[in-house]
């Protein structure tokens, strides 16, 4: 086994900084792919280390346990989805810059792998709520928190009428962007029209924006 900082092929020296990032996504793949087939319970770090072909302890050093190694699968998987600039920084009109993110958000949902992952902690839940709280921080919490940063912005709140309840936008745009989705957990093998599902998030966007836009 050998850690992930270390550069493969070499014998001795600093590892580049290319190499250590090669590894640790080649270690997140690892993960996810343990995860959604074994469920989060029944999948132990030494399993993890094993097919990823790093030492337990590299895990410990770089993600501080199996908790922090689900969060940083999760924010590696926003990564990949989300390609705008940050919402903190992004000057666009409110309505351009929702936009963007609703269908990175609903891509990001939808995926098959994030339905899989959102499966298994719906089935370990109860049994495992460190499942649920780690779920939970690494990926919906942090989404409504930068949701709750951009919405309350003075230059963004003064684009929407002055009587909305800011503080409840996050949640309300989430249920917007997710929609049907709770049939997608009941009926696994339900076939959605991609055309449909994006004509159907755009109509939902538009009471969204009825809502909150002078």
Known sequence: MHDVAECCGKAAGRPKAADVEARTQEL?????????????TKTSLESIARAAHVAVRTIYVKFGGKEGLLSAVLAAKR????????????????REVIDDFAHQMHDLMTSPEAVDMQRI????????PQLAEAFWNGGPRKTREMLSG?????????????????????????STIGG????TFMHPHRVVDPDKAKRDLEARLELFYHGILP
């Open 28 to 40: 997140l793949q690892v993960a996810t792919a343990l995860f959604l087939k074994n469920g989060y």
């Open 121 to 128: 902690v719906l089935a370990e839940a109860p049994t495992n």
């Open 150 to 174: 951009y919405f309350s912005r003075p230059n963004v709140r003064a684009q929407m009428r002055p009587d909305v309840p800011v503080e409840i936008l996050p949640c309300v745009l989430m």
């Open 180 to 183: 049907e989705q709770f049939m």
């Open 79 to 94: 990564h990949k989805f989300f390609r705008s600039q940050p919402m903190e920084t992004d000057m666009r009109p409110l």
